[in-house]
Structure formats: C-alpha cells, structure tokens
C-alpha cells in the first residue's frame, strides 16, 4: 500500500452531530427570463430562503420545473458565460434536424429540440449543503439558471431538510 493510501486510510474524518428536530421547508421562485439561451444567477434568492427557513444544518434541494431548463453549479464571470453558452451550442446546434421538431413526427411548434438535449445534458436539480444557515459554497461557485427555450418565466422550486 502507498503512502498516500495509509494516509488517507489512517486519516479520520471531523465529524460534528447536531441533535434536534428533523425540519422541512419549502417554495418555489419565478424568474423571468430575456434570451433564448441564458445563464443567470439565483443564488441570492437561495441564500434569501435558507436564511429564512428554520433549517441551520441540512441540505438545500433546487430543481426546475421546466425540460428545457437546467441548473449549474459555477462561477458567474461574463468571460466564462460566453464560453459555456458556445459549448451548449457546439454540443447541441440549433440548426440542425430533430425528429422532435418535424411537424410530420409531433406536435411541438416551438421547434425546441435543442433546447430539452441541452437541459438534459446540464440536469435539472442541484444538492447544496446548509450550515449555520447558509448555503455551504466554494468561494466563486454560485448557482446559475441555464434557460434554453426563453424568454420566458421560469419556476425553480427549492426544499431545504435537516435540523
């Protein structure tokens, strides 16, 4: 066995326990949205509802109700928007043929395939840790909206669990 492994084999974790009552609270936030594709930060208004929630030691539960939106853990520099919204559109091109926009195939008009492969690449919910009351993030990771069929008013519902 390595070094490295007995370290980390012989290395005990900081475990802290809190005891009290389970609690559960919830809601569920509109955002408007101004482009078809879209990166925006709600982490504030996350910030805002587990602060005001009873919960002080948990997890936070953000999912969006909506297949052609997703959510996204990172940092929110205008440089680095840029080249996520480019790397949505090379991963998944809008101009291309979808089956799902064929009006010989379904009913959809809004021609949005792109936008639901897109959404499901990203994903559609997000886990944060609570503690003391606040959401427990990285120095720059914030919690970003990726709208991909806007604009439109988006509903992104939150669940925070724990003590």
């Given amino acids: 066995m390595s ?3 007995l370290s980390a084999a012989e290395a005990r974790p900081s475990v802290e326990t809190r005891e009290g009552q389970y609690k559960v609270a919830s809601t569920t936030l509109d955002f408007p949205t101004s482009e078809r ?3 925006r930060t709600i982490t504030d208004e996350i910030h805002s509802f587990v602060a005001q929630s009873p919960v002080q030691y948990g997890m936070v539960h953000i999912s969006t109700l909506h297949t052609t939106t997703g959510l996204v853990l990172n940092e929110i520099e205008g440089a680095l928007v840029s080249d996520m919204t480019t790397l949505f559109e090379q991963l998944v091109p809008r101009g291309v043929y979808y089956k ?3 009006p ?3 009913g959809c008009a809004r021609k949005n395939a792109d936008a639901h492969l897109r959404a499901m690449v990203v994903g559609h919910s ?3 840790p609570v503690e003391a009351g606040r959401l427990k993030l990285g120095t720059w990771q914030r919690v970003l909206l990726a709208e991909f069929d ?3 008013m988006r509903k992104v519902h939150l669940q925070v669990m724990g003590i």
């Fill in 3 to 5: 070094n490295l492994a």
């Fill in 37 to 39: 594709m879209e990166l």
């Fill in 100 to 102: 799902h926009n064929d």
């Fill in 104 to 106: 010989l195939l379904t």
């Fill in 126 to 128: 997000l886990s944060i």
């Fill in 150 to 152: 806007g604009p439109n």
